[in-house]
């Protein structure tokens, strides 16, 4: 059946695209997980030691899945279930939808180069044992949390291209997770690097560039 509703060709290239980069962003992250299992021994905390991180992961990682897989299954559906189906306001405008996966792009490219700047110090799970380098400089000299605010940017951008229910349902419980997840994060960064993270988290903004420092 499903058969019968793909299209040999995108019925919406900005969900395609978008997809694709989804679909690139994620194989990145595992072979960055796979990297840094072998420069340290640790899986980048991919599963994380902590119990409320494993719990977490428990609805996350099938959230992240779907995320990647939503937009290309669409793209492809000619008469997409009720609950797939984009509505016409918002994905069906053209030049919102290519407007949103040009934003999509940009934020995909500049995470690359967040990515490049953290290094050996990304972790995508807390370990409150784990005291890894801290990094200030590039995209953090002016934002705490580049990765997750392009993360949210990425998943905002997504919710315009394919603004069906459920990648609403998709984007709100990632978004929410994330939110979750930097707070945690920080505290657990403030426990083990005490008043040089204290003395940054003053400073610089979470997710925007304070105006006043």
Not at 20 to 35: A, D, G, H, K, S
Not at 79 to 95: E, H, K, Q, T
Not at 160 to 179: E, K, N, T, W
Request: aromatic share 12%.
């Amino acid at each position: 059946m499903i058969a019968m509703m793909l299209t040999k060709l995108p019925q919406s290239w900005p969900a395609f695209l978008v997809g694709l980069i989804m679909l690139t962003y994620w194989v990145r992250v595992l072979q960055m997980v796979r990297r840094t299992k072998k420069d340290v021994g640790r899986a980048a905390n991919f599963i994380p030691p902590e119990p409320i991180g494993r719990l977490i992961r428990v609805i996350w990682m099938p959230v992240v899945g779907l995320w990647v897989i939503v937009p290309l299954i669409t793209s492809f559906l000619k008469d997409p279930p009720a609950f797939m189906r984009p509505f016409a306001a918002v994905s069906g405008n053209a030049a919102l939808s290519w407007t949103a996966f040009a934003i999509a792009a940009l934020a995909f490219a500049v995470t690359w180069v967040c990515w490049h700047k953290i290094g050996t110090s990304w972790r995508m799970g807390i370990d409150p044992n784990e005291r890894t380098q801290l990094v200030f400089n590039g995209p953090f000299a002016y934002v705490r949390n580049p990765i997750y605010g392009l993360s949210s940017l990425l998943m905002l951008m997504t919710m315009v291209v394919v603004c069906s229910p459920l990648m609403l349902v998709i984007g709100v419980l990632h978004i929410v997770f994330l939110q979750w997840e930097v707070r945690r994060e920080e505290k657990a960064l403030i426990a083990l690097h005490g008043s040089a993270y204290a003395d940054y988290f003053a400073r610089v903004g979470r997710f925007l560039p304070k105006l006043v420092r």
